[in-house]
């Protein structure tokens, strides 16, 4: 039986209609394609082999994916392509959706999976898969440059991946928007201006409007975000600095600081603005900036509370 694929507009919205897998695909139309990393506690990524009878890419390593059939979203899909290519059943609640993209005539939906599995359990689809091997980072980009993996065209965004699994400090994208804002709740009590329903909310679009010019960065743990900074090219300073309080003293914030101050122009003054000397709630953020070369400048008043400009100078 063929294989069908319901088919989307350019934003990405249901037209009614199928496709045949193998036929032309109509200018316009797009289908859903799934992309699965699935990652164990050694930290190291399940990988794959394409079949030598694969039309496309023979014999090159990748991670799992496919294309979504009709009546699926891309969750069930990814589920569905493990199983089928690898004999592996995930746990749907080990799952999270890390990127969506659109790419030539498909909307690209990218799972990470946590899973623990050994290589002789796995089993490989005739004409689909015919090997498979935990591999590290190293590994993976050690085999693209041999061209034994899939081009990095196909994975634009794996160096993003597994910075964050690395825990590096990466620009936050619109997906990480929730898991945001729950940290921000969290710690609101330590931030005047963010007291209220409203004030939340609000602080929320102004997230929105950073992560859009990439002025946004957080690092996340495996779907959580563990510390979240943003910063203002135009004003050229920090202007929002928060780790969740299961996260503190791990670097995080050093971390977050440092991948901002690279992004910033080191030619002119770099201010932030935090609390004053005689406030408990200054101790830990004054000897981080300090830490990083800002001095202590004016004193502020911000939503009614007694702050203190620090400086980098240029």
Same mark, same amino acid.
């Given at each position: ?199 939340? $909310?609000?602080?929320? /679009?102004? !997230?929105?409007? #950073?992560?859009?010019? %990439?002025?946004? &960065? +957080?690092?996340?743990? $495996?779907?959580?975000? /563990?510390? !979240?900074?943003? #910063?203002?090219?135009? %004003?050229?300073? &920090? +202007? ?75």
């Amino acid at each position: 039986m063929a294989e069908l694929w319901d088919v989307y507009d350019k934003d990405r919205k249901p037209v009614g209609r199928k496709m045949e897998r193998g036929k032309p695909i109509m200018e316009g139309d797009y289908h859903l394609v799934v992309q699965i990393w699935i990652h164990n506690k050694e930290g190291r990524w399940l990988i794959s082999k394409r079949s030598p009878d694969k039309e496309s890419y023979p014999n090159k390593w990748e991670c799992t994916g496919g294309a979504v059939v009709a009546g699926e979203d891309t969750f069930i899909g990814s589920l569905r392509e493990v199983k089928e290519e690898l004999g592996i059943d995930l746990d749907p609640n080990k799952g999270r959706l890390f990127r969506s993209y659109q790419w030539s005539n498909s909307f690209q939906d990218v799972y990470v999976y946590e899973h623990d599995c050994d290589i002789e359990d796995v089993v490989y689809q005739e004409g689909e898969t015919c090997d498979a091997k935990w591999a590290t980072e190293q590994d993976i980009f050690d085999m693209m440059e041999t061209g034994e993996f899939m081009p990095m065209r196909h994975v634009h965004y794996l160096r993003e991946l597994l910075d964050e699994y690395r825990g590096e400090a990466v620009f936050g994208v619109g997906s990480d928007l929730k898991a945001w804002m729950e940290l921000v709740r969290s710690v609101k009590e330590e931030f005047p201006g963010l007291e209220t329903q409203d004030a939340v $909310k609000e602080h929320a /679009a102004v !997230v929105q409007r #950073f992560m859009d010019k %990439r002025q946004a &960065i +957080c690092v996340r743990d $495996k779907g959580k975000i /563990a510390g !979240v900074l943003l #910063f203002s090219r135009s %004003r050229n300073m &920090i +202007c929002c600095l928060a780790v969740d309080k299961v996260y503190r003293r791990c670097g995080i914030a050093s971390r977050l600081l440092e991948r901002a101050l690279n992004e910033l122009d080191k030619t002119r003054d770099i201010t932030v603005s935090t609390f004053r000397e005689d406030d408990e709630k200054g101790v830990a953020p004054r000897a981080l900036y300090e830490k990083f070369g800002f001095v202590p400048d004016e004193l502020t008043v911000e939503f009614g509370y007694p702050n203190q400009v620090f400086v980098k100078k240029a």
